[in-house]
């Protein structure tokens, strides 16, 4: 396959990735880093991966920052960064098979019970800096901050524009530490800034397009198609660990 295939089929997983971030608010790390990895060094894709996540939030927020209410968030996003060093320390020598077997089955289940109690719902925010040490600890230990935000945000009933902009408002600065961690190992190579920017105006007409579909999706058909997303997160991290474990 010549190079210029390659490019055209890196930036097709862009869209893709940016488009689904866009119209539900997460995702896209799911969806681009098996793709990528397949056509990409994987020490290329992984600063990709998190570069798109924080332009599309970023593009996100700058067309919608008067909607955005810290109110609601502050919490989730505050202790989600201080769950990140302890990730860090705690987790580093847990055998991570284990751990995301544990996390898929959870997701798993959770999904599959809200599917069938579709009224089960937290009424207050004072749980919100529980789901938000798990994000960053799991983010820390295992770049798997995802789950729980999305969890909480569904348990929350928040509506598909609150949903889609307030993860961002918590994944943003996460994605920022996770940059600066990739530029500090040295993952920001000339050819990653080049991909980079010749991907933002991909990722800025993803978003435009993610924007307008979000605002189509009735609320209940969202909140089930999170769930449906969740269990195939689950599945995967329950795939990944197999496939490690048998080698």
Same mark, same amino acid.
Not at 93 to 122: A, D, R
Not at 206 to 219: E, M, P, T
């Given at each position: 396959?010549? &190079?210029?295939?390659?490019?055209?089929?890196?930036?097709?997983? &862009?869209?893709?990735?940016?488009?689904? /971030?866009?119209?539900?608010?997460?995702?896209?790390?799911?969806?681009?880093?098996?793709?990528?990895?397949?056509?990409?060094?994987?020490?290329?894709?992984?600063?990709?991966?998190?570069?798109?996540?924080?332009?599309?939030?970023?593009? #996100?927020?700058? /067309?919608?920052?008067?909607?955005?209410?810290?109110?609601?968030?502050?919490?989730?996003?505050?202790?989600?960064?201080?769950?990140? $060093?302890?990730?860090?320390?705690?987790?580093?020598?847990?055998?991570?098979?284990?751990?995301?077997?544990?996390?898929?089955?959870?997701?798993?289940?959770?999904?599959?019970?809200?599917?069938?109690? $579709?009224?089960?719902?937290?009424?207050?925010?004072?749980?919100?800096?529980?789901?938000?040490?798990?994000?960053?600890?799991?983010?820390?230990?295992?770049?798997?901050?995802?789950?729980?935000?999305?969890?909480?945000?569904?348990?929350?009933?928040?509506? $598909?524009?609150?949903?889609?902009?307030?993860?961002?408002?918590?994944?943003?600065?996460?994605?920022?530490?996770?940059?600066?961690?990739?530029?500090?190992?040295?993952?920001?190579?000339?050819?990653?800034?080049?991909?980079?920017? #010749?991907?933002? $105006?991909?990722?800025?007409?993803?978003?435009?397009?993610?924007?307008?579909?979000?605002? /189509?999706?009735?609320?209940?058909?969202?909140?089930?198609?999170?769930?449906?997303?969740?269990?195939? #997160?689950?599945?995967?991290? #329950?795939?990944?660990?197999?496939?490690?474990?048998?080698?």
């Amino acid at each position: 396959m010549t &190079v210029n295939y390659i490019f055209i089929l890196v930036l097709l997983i &862009v869209f893709g990735a940016s488009l689904y /971030r866009s119209t539900f608010g997460f995702g896209d790390a799911l969806i681009a880093m098996p793709l990528l990895a397949l056509f990409i060094n994987i020490k290329t894709a992984t600063p990709i991966v998190a570069f798109i996540g924080f332009a599309s939030s970023v593009f #996100i927020l700058s /067309r919608n920052w008067q909607k955005l209410d810290m109110r609601h968030i502050w919490k989730l996003a505050l202790f989600s960064i201080l769950g990140i $060093p302890l990730g860090l320390f705690f987790l580093k020598g847990t055998n991570e098979n284990i751990v995301k077997t544990v996390l898929g089955l959870i997701l798993i289940i959770f999904s599959l019970f809200s599917l069938t109690n $579709p009224h089960l719902n937290l009424k207050t925010d004072k749980s919100a800096f529980a789901f938000g040490i798990v994000s960053g600890i799991l983010g820390g230990a295992y770049n798997s901050n995802g789950p729980p935000i999305i969890i909480y945000g569904t348990l929350r009933k928040w509506t $598909p524009q609150e949903f889609r902009l307030l993860l961002q408002g918590v994944f943003l600065p996460t994605n920022l530490f996770i940059i600066i961690g990739h530029g500090l190992a040295g993952l920001w190579t000339g050819e990653v800034l080049r991909l980079g920017l #010749i991907s933002m $105006p991909v990722i800025f007409v993803a978003v435009l397009l993610g924007n307008y579909l979000n605002k /189509r999706i009735k609320a209940e058909q969202f909140t089930k198609l999170i769930y449906y997303f969740l269990i195939i #997160i689950g599945l995967v991290l #329950i795939i990944q660990a197999t496939l490690k474990f048998m080698k």
